[in-house]
């Protein structure tokens, strides 16, 4: 009896762990914007301001975790055939209705996010989501596994957000930061300011990589002459 609590015990503890992988794998390991470079037209183009790259976040999350949702529930009814065209629909589906909600919510987010909540549709995020895992698995991993990618998106276009409004307009979310007298780095709102901003996240993420890798590297060089 005893035995079966622990195999159960394991079963739970195993399922937690798969779980927590499939929620964390999209925010470090393989991160959309600084790891797999994807979906860089609407990261470059929205993150001017930390609202805008939240909320395109946000949105492009919630089409991602429906339609691989949807995707999940439909794989063993959908043709092979007819697969891309059938995730197309239901992220096309998923994208109108973010697409009316947020005009509903405020017409000016929706003029400054412009057609990139269109685009949405073909962001390779999701498409690839929906092709490489949520077809290929139940729906509530397929879910959480695209929530974690949806968070890694949104930490993406946060990550810039924030960066470019506070240098390109002295402002976080709005609220002025340091007064009347500073001078806005003007570079920071045009495009070239998202490059530089990328390529600067960039540079620090695979610093902290190497560095990692350094001192695991010591690590282990220090615990072999202990062990003999």
């Known amino acids: ?17 798969g ?17 797999m470079m994807l979906g860089m037209c609407p990261t470059l183009a929205v993150t001017v301001s930390a609202v805008n790259a939240l909320s395109m976040g946000v949105a492009t999350a919630l089409v991602l975790i429906a339609s691989c949702a949807l995707v999940s529930l439909l794989r063993r009814i959908v043709p092979k055939e007819v697969r891309i065209a059938t995730y197309i629909v239901i ?15 405020s017409l ?43 968070a890694g998106f949104t930490i993406g276009l946060l990550s810039l957000g924030v960066v470019r409004e506070i240098l390109g307009a002295g402002t976080l979310f709005g609220i002025s930061l340091f007064g009347p007298h500073f001078q806005p780095w003007v570079v920071m709102v ?39």
């Open 19 to 35: 779980a927590w992988e499939q929620l964390t794998e999209g925010l470090w390991r393989q991160n959309p914007t600084f790891v």
């Open 108 to 150: 000016k987010l929706y003029d400054a996010l412009g057609a990139f909540i269109q685009l949405i549709v073909v962001n390779c995020i999701i498409l690839g989501r929906a092709e490489a895992h949520a077809s290929k698995n139940p729906p509530i991993p397929a879910m959480l596994n695209a929530a974690g990618m949806g």
């Open 190 to 228: 045009l495009p070239p300011g998202g490059f530089f901003v990328l390529g600067s996240w960039l540079l620090v993420f695979a610093w902290w990589e190497k560095r990692k890798r350094r001192l695991a590297a010591g690590a282990s060089t220090t615990a072999v002459p202990s062990r003999g």
């Open 1 to 17: 009896m005893s035995s079966h609590h622990a195999h159960g015990g394991d079963g739970s503890s195993a399922g937690l762990n």
């Open 91 to 105: 992220i096309a589906t998923f994208v109108t209705v973010i697409d009316y909600a947020i005009q509903a919510v």
